[in-house]
């Protein structure tokens, strides 16, 4: 009977322990459980850096890629990251690079260098698409490579200064920073330009919704003497036929820069400093909210936004104007106030681990 209970009593332990390995798993690494909060740093400066903001304790560590690979800078405008399978992909736009670290550890694994002004970056069927501006005068292009080694495989010609770059169904939509407000539309199966759609002044960045169709964000143009035109939008695009089937009208000029929520069923944006709040759903014709959800009020210029997918917290950066460090602000869901906390200069964007 003793020899039955031990045995017993052993099976439950293990059974247990687990249960408990499960649901509490090791730590892939210090930076597991937080956010990457992306600082572009200022221009020629070279002082752009990476901020991680642990969720749970609430510390702030700054500079994590110099800390951790004992390198003096990680580059010169750090316009954007992607995280992908374990790594993290940090693009440099003025240094010509993009920096490959580990997610979890920050730990470099390898250095993009034969990149030309890289702007944005997706992934998909296990390759990396990066936007290049190539220079100020000549025509962009697309750069397919291998993601475990940055090498590349081939380039995608498009017009000047491609954007921000989303994949969805077999096709790459890419915008155009300036110039013509085109949307670039890419075949994958043959890699090369499918259709191109020209929206409103300033496209800029895009994601999809919880269907599938993409949202773009179009800043708004100015006239010969640089006067705002106030004709800032947003275009929700059917991927399946590539057609515009609504468009908001902003009535002003904003940043252009939208994150959603994990259901990715609400576009949030910001004019000025206030952030507002879009339903997906909005039916054509349709006015978009003009109340915001919250507007913080200390902020010097708002920067960057994104939304934790685990919490619904929406998090807003502020540039200070680039003439000091920045700050983040943290606010729920229903617009209510959580915190803030200071980061390197230029936040534009969030990576949530």
Same mark, same amino acid.
């Given at each position: ?19 408990? =390995?499960? =649901? ?29 903001? +642990? ?11 110099? #800390?951790?690979?004992?390198?003096? /800078? ?33 730990? *470099? ?18 390759? @990396? ?30 017009? *000047? ?20 407000? &085109?949307?670039?539309?890419? =075949?994958?199966? $043959? ?29 708004? @143009? ?15 695009? +059917? #991927? ?6 609504? #468009? ?7 940043? @252009?820069?939208?994150?959603? $929520?994990? /259901? ?12 507002? *709040?879009?339903?997906?759903?909005? &039916?054509?014709?349709? +006015?978009? +909210? ?9 902020? #010097? ?33 229903? @617009? *209510? ?17």
């Amino acid at each position: 009977m003793k020899q039955i209970l031990f045995r017993s009593l052993l099976i439950l332990s293990i059974a247990l322990a687990s249960c408990s =390995d499960d =649901d509490d798993p090791a730590p892939r690494g210090q930076y597991d459980d937080g956010v990457l909060i992306i600082n572009e740093g200022n221009f020629t400066d070279g002082d752009g850096s990476v901020t991680y903001f +642990n969720r749970t304790s609430l510390e702030v560590e700054q500079t994590i890629f110099q #800390t951790v690979n004992q390198e003096p /800078a990680l580059g010169d405008v750090i316009q954007s990251g992607t995280s992908f399978n374990g790594l993290t992909y940090l693009v440099a736009n003025n240094s010509n690079k993009v920096e490959v670290v580990n997610s979890f550890t920050f730990e *470099s694994q390898f250095t993009m260098s034969d990149v030309q002004l890289p702007r944005y970056m997706t992934v998909a069927n296990g390759r @990396g698409y990066l936007t290049e501006w190539v220079s100020f005068s000549d025509p962009g292009q697309v750069l397919i490579f291998n993601l475990e080694t940055g090498m590349e495989e081939t380039v995608i010609g498009v017009g *000047s200064l491609p954007e921000d770059i989303v994949y969805v169904d077999g096709k790459l939509y890419v915008t155009e920073a300036f110039g013509s407000n &085109a949307l670039y539309v890419i =075949d994958l199966e $043959n890699d090369n330009a499918l259709d191109t759609l020209f929206l409103g002044n300033g496209t800029n960045q895009m994601l999809l919704d919880s269907d599938d169709h993409l949202w773009v964000a179009c800043r708004g @143009g100015s006239d010969s003497d640089s006067n705002p035109l106030n004709d800032g939008s947003l275009y929700r695009i +059917n #991927t399946s036929s590539d057609e515009v089937e609504l #468009t908001i009208e902003l009535n002003t000029n904003y940043e @252009g820069k939208i994150a959603t $929520n994990a /259901a990715r069923n609400i576009i949030y944006f910001y004019v000025g400093n206030s952030v507002f *709040s879009v339903n997906t759903s909005i &039916a054509p014709n349709a +006015n978009a +909210n003009d109340t915001p959800l919250f507007t913080v009020s200390e902020a #010097t210029s708002l920067y960057g936004i994104g939304v934790d997918p685990t919490t619904g917290v929406v998090y807003v950066g502020d540039s200070k104007g680039f003439l000091d460090d920045g700050e983040v602000f943290r606010y729920n869901a229903d @617009g *209510s106030f959580i915190d803030s906390f200071e980061v390197g200069r230029g936040p534009n964007g969030f990576l949530f681990n």
